[in-house]
């Protein structure tokens, strides 16, 4: 498959930054801000598993081939659920999805702001990303998705270039353990000024990592719901 170049630019952050993370402090702050569906004394309680979009999780999930749990972990990690939320680099919604990959998939942007597209749209990305990275069959599933979210937060240029360093050294680029380990020498120009990198400079090492594990986490504790 040819790399999409407007994919690959679609989660290139300006200078090699990576899209923030929400805090619980940043999530409680705005959520302060937008009206919240607040239950009311004798109403019955929602019935879901894990949020008031599990519907919507299941049904683009099914579609997407996606387990909706993990939609739902990446959720929670970008957003809190909270459906109005825009970054200050332009993401939207609460998979926090940028008008470029509406654009890619051939979507009109404001339709971003619809959660059920918002989600779809993520499904989209997660299974064209996974393509893209080309991981063989044996790839253990723990380190496909993590290799796959390090591209869905901080871009799938980088990653492929973390994994080409790896590759170039002999260690393992279906390796998450080894490919995070590259995208942090990354930052170095001992690295990112050889000739097998393509997309330079990256400093966003610390919150990919920190974003892989803490989707991992919240991803593994909704399997055990």
Known sequence: MVLSVALIAAYESAIGQPQEII????????AANQK?????????????????????????????????????????????????????????GIMQIR???????????????????????????LSELDDMLRMPASTPEQDRLSIILASYNAGIGHVLDARRLARSEGANPNSWVDVSRYLQLKSS????????????????????????????????QYKSL
């Open 36 to 92: 919240l569906n607040v239950q009311t004394p004798g109403e019955e309680e929602p019935q879901y598993l894990i949020s008031r979009f599990d519907d919507i999780m299941r049904k683009v999930g099914a579609e997407q081939g996606q387990d909706w749990r993990l939609m739902s972990a990446i959720a929670y990690s970008e957003s809190r659920f909270i459906e109005n939320l825009e970054s200050k680099q332009g993401a939207k």
């Open 189 to 220: 120009p001992d690295y990112y000024e050889k000739d097998i990198v393509q997309c330079g400079k990256f400093t966003g090492s610390g919150q990919t990592l920190s974003y892989v594990k803490q989707v991992m986490r919240k991803y593994n």
């Open 99 to 125: 008008p470029v990959v509406a654009r890619h998939f051939k979507v009109p942007v404001e339709s971003i702001n619809d959660t059920e597209t918002n989600v779809r749209l993520a499904g989209m990305l």
């Open 23 to 30: 805090t619980p402090t940043t999530a409680e702050a705005l």
